[in-house]
């Protein structure tokens, strides 16, 4: 059954993964006129980075006000297929793939794009970054599993069983109102979870970023936008086909 969250953050959705299609055209275009001899120039495309990395703060923004009301949402959303949910790390993409995309193009050395360029210096910065994220990937996944030992806890099992065994309704009140305020700290765990790793996600983004230049920048947002829009359109056409089926 869907909740108002579920519901809420999929309409947002629906119009944020267009507006990244547009602005995903807009990079791909800037990427292809290569010409960037003035500072107004580098200017234009710093502000067009501005833009679309605006666009994704506005995505956690919105997320994570949602999340307050409806963490589990997040955790069994409505809005991603099955495809995508399968490659979410944390109620999100995992931020080490960043780092494969860039080895990717590197290496495969992508026509047209910039990435395939990264300097000495700059591949050396990135491997700072890329172990240092993985040290705070760990983090988040460490204290996941702390959630998820608080969620098996044997107590809270137990108040939930006598919970139904108790006749009084006084002494049921208070059961019931044990009961939720565990539940409330187990959502509570939850949200911390997403927003850590949410913050690894932002702070990926914000590394790479600073790395490059800013006609690198530009084909680097193409590059992770189009690989999420994409594999959005496979787990739509994947879910068209077996419902025909």
Not at 50 to 77: G, M, N, R
Not at 142 to 170: H, I, N, Y
């Amino acid at each position: 059954m869907k909740g108002k969250v579920g519901e809420r953050f999929s309409e947002f959705f629906e119009k944020w993964a267009c507006q990244l299609d547009e602005y995903l055209q807009l990079l791909l275009r800037a990427s292809k006129q290569r010409v960037i001899n003035t500072v107004c120039d580098q200017r234009e495309l710093q502000t067009l980075v501005s833009k679309v990395t605006q666009h994704y703060k506005d995505y956690f923004t919105i997320k994570w006000s949602l999340a307050h009301e409806d963490v589990l949402a997040f955790f069994c959303p409505i809005w991603g297929s099955p495809l995508e949910n399968a490659y979410s790390w944390f109620t999100g993409w995992k931020p080490s793939t960043i780092f494969k995309l860039i080895d990717s193009t590197r290496i495969n050395r992508v026509p047209g794009s910039s990435l395939a360029e990264l300097t000495q210096e700059q591949l050396g910065k990135i491997e700072e970054l890329r172990v240092k994220i993985r040290l705070e990937e760990e983090k988040v996944e460490r204290e996941m599993e702390r959630q998820q030992v608080a969620m098996a806890d044997r107590k809270m099992f137990e108040l939930a069983r006598l919970t139904g065994r108790v006749k009084d309704s006084e002494t049921m009140d208070q059961f019931d109102g044990l009961v939720e305020v565990a539940m409330k700290g187990l959502m509570a765990g939850l949200e911390k979870v997403m927003k850590a790793a949410d913050c690894v996600r932002l702070r990926t983004l914000k590394g790479v970023l600073d790395v490059l230049s800013p006609l690198q920048c530009v084909d680097f947002l193409a590059a992770t936008s189009m690989l999420q829009i994409q594999l959005r359109q496979w787990g739509k056409r994947r879910d068209s086909i077996s419902r025909k089926e």
